[in-house]
């Protein structure tokens, strides 16, 4: 086989998994070169365990970072040090299965063409009680413009873990934080942001296995939530440019859901992260806080039933029984905002 496909792993600090992810790249049905890619941690363990290996033969070398460049610099490093046609980057805390590689190989052969390749995933580790996998909306050869109206449609759906890139096209597109300050979801809002145009292709076999750990369970925070809510709006661009007004309208009130989810979330975090970024010239959040502030009662009127159904809700179902009981608080929520988000979608594509 040619030089086609590299693994990289990139890791920073943490060892507990990181065994187990390099094994089962070495374990993999057609082996290719792997790349460990350490961002400056302060031990030698990583290179150790490549030693290890080089002495048996094994093709897996070790680059370390003069200075850590941050979760996506870093996957920007692997990018740079990959020397085949494609690269994948396998988290330090995941597994492929043995025929990941094998799998890519047969399709890309197929398809010289692909740029974007992808396998659904597996959920597995801390709370998993099955074998979960993704809802991969998206399968065999298609273009990246059908991922924007799938993620309108049924919400972010590539999975950007089990990912298979064309060098050139991460070499051109590095990933980048959407802010210095929000830099949570940022490989959701590359992949979304690069794929329009792109020959994609999606594989429906479960070949990656993503951990679910105490470091990464929960991570619903207003600063991803906030990048999420960008990832709909730059969907919502594409296809409002594409001419496709119904899945952009439907991409726009995800993207105003995503930012009321962050403020009730959070309130008070979600108005200190706003301030801090427009005191950085955040050009989205800019737009976002303009258009909040034409509509500041709308969303205090909103936010005060919210909390009184919330209420209701809770002495209903303490006071109940059988039906009442099952009362969701979440539909009349949803109700409430509905006028919202509309309202928002309305305004954004009203632009010129």
Same mark, same amino acid.
């Given at each position: 086989?040619?030089?086609?496909?590299?693994?990289?792993?990139?890791?920073?600090?943490?060892?507990?998994?990181?065994?187990?992810?390099?094994?089962?790249?070495?374990?993999?049905?057609?082996?290719?070169?792997?790349?460990?890619?350490?961002?400056?941690?302060?031990?030698?363990?990583?290179?150790?365990?490549?030693?290890?290996?080089?002495?048996?033969?094994?093709?897996?070398?070790?680059?370390?970072?003069?200075?850590?460049?941050?979760?996506?610099?870093?996957?920007?490093?692997?990018?740079?040090?990959?020397?085949?046609?494609?690269?994948?980057?396998?988290?330090?805390?995941?597994?492929?299965?043995?025929?990941?590689?094998?799998?890519?190989?047969?399709?890309?052969?197929?398809?010289?063409?692909?740029?974007?390749?992808?396998?659904?995933?597996?959920?597995?580790?801390?709370?998993?009680?099955?074998?979960?996998?993704?809802?991969?909306?998206?399968?065999?050869?298609?273009?990246?413009?059908?991922?924007?109206?799938?993620?309108?449609?049924?919400?972010?759906?590539?999975?950007?873990?089990?990912?298979?890139?064309?060098?050139?096209?991460?070499?051109?597109?590095?990933?980048?934080?959407?802010?210095?300050?929000?830099?949570?979801?940022?490989?959701?809002?590359?992949?979304?942001?690069?794929?329009?145009?792109?020959?994609?292709?999606?594989?429906?076999?479960?070949?990656?296995?993503?951990?679910?750990?105490?470091?990464?369970?929960?991570?619903?925070?207003?600063?991803?939530?906030?990048?999420?809510?960008?990832?709909?709006?730059?969907?919502?661009?594409?296809?409002?440019?594409?001419?496709?007004?119904?899945?952009?309208?439907?991409?726009?009130?995800?993207?105003?859901?995503?930012?009321?989810?962050?403020?009730?979330?959070?309130?008070?975090? /979600? +108005?200190?992260?706003?301030?801090?970024? !427009? %005191?950085? =010239? #955040?050009?989205?959040?800019? $737009?976002?806080?303009?258009?909040?502030?034409?509509?500041?009662?709308?969303?205090?009127?909103?936010?005060?039933?919210?909390?009184?159904?919330?209420?209701?809700?809770?002495?209903?179902?303490?006071?109940?029984?059988?039906?009442?009981?099952? /009362? +969701?608080?979440?539909?009349?929520?949803? !109700? %409430?905002? =509905? #006028?919202?988000?509309?309202? $928002?979608?309305?305004?954004?594509?009203?632009?010129?």
């Amino acid at each position: 086989m040619r030089n086609l496909v590299s693994i990289t792993i990139p890791v920073f600090e943490r060892t507990e998994f990181f065994r187990e992810a390099l094994d089962s790249a070495l374990r993999q049905s057609v082996s290719c070169p792997i790349i460990v890619v350490d961002n400056n941690s302060s031990h030698s363990t990583f290179k150790e365990e490549v030693v290890r290996h080089q002495d048996r033969g094994r093709n897996v070398t070790y680059a370390k970072q003069h200075e850590n460049t941050g979760l996506f610099g870093n996957w920007n490093a692997c990018a740079k040090l990959a020397k085949s046609e494609y690269f994948v980057v396998l988290c330090d805390d995941d597994v492929l299965e043995k025929n990941y590689i094998e799998d890519f190989v047969k399709i890309q052969r197929l398809h010289p063409q692909i740029e974007l390749y992808a396998t659904k995933l597996r959920w597995f580790g801390k709370g998993v009680k099955e074998a979960n996998q993704w809802k991969f909306f998206r399968q065999g050869l298609f273009t990246g413009n059908a991922i924007c109206e799938d993620a309108a449609k049924h919400g972010l759906c590539w999975p950007t873990n089990s990912t298979v890139y064309r060098t050139a096209l991460i070499r051109d597109n590095p990933w980048r934080n959407p802010s210095p300050i929000r830099h949570s979801n940022a490989d959701w809002h590359q992949i979304y942001s690069i794929a329009p145009g792109r020959i994609c292709y999606g594989n429906p076999k479960p070949l990656y296995n993503l951990r679910v750990h105490d470091a990464n369970a929960g991570r619903r925070n207003v600063y991803a939530t906030l990048t999420q809510a960008e990832v709909f709006f730059v969907i919502a661009e594409e296809l409002r440019k594409q001419g496709k007004v119904e899945f952009a309208h439907t991409a726009y009130v995800r993207s105003a859901t995503c930012v009321l989810n962050c403020f009730l979330l959070n309130p008070t975090g /979600f +108005s200190q992260l706003v301030q801090r970024c !427009l %005191a950085d =010239g #955040d050009p989205f959040v800019e $737009f976002i806080h303009d258009f909040w502030g034409q509509r500041s009662r709308t969303i205090r009127s909103v936010l005060n039933y919210t909390d009184r159904v919330r209420q209701l809700a809770l002495w209903m179902r303490v006071r109940s029984t059988r039906y009442l009981s099952r /009362f +969701s608080p979440g539909i009349f929520e949803s !109700l %409430a905002m =509905g #006028d919202f988000k509309r309202d $928002f979608a309305g305004y954004c594509q009203q632009r010129s």
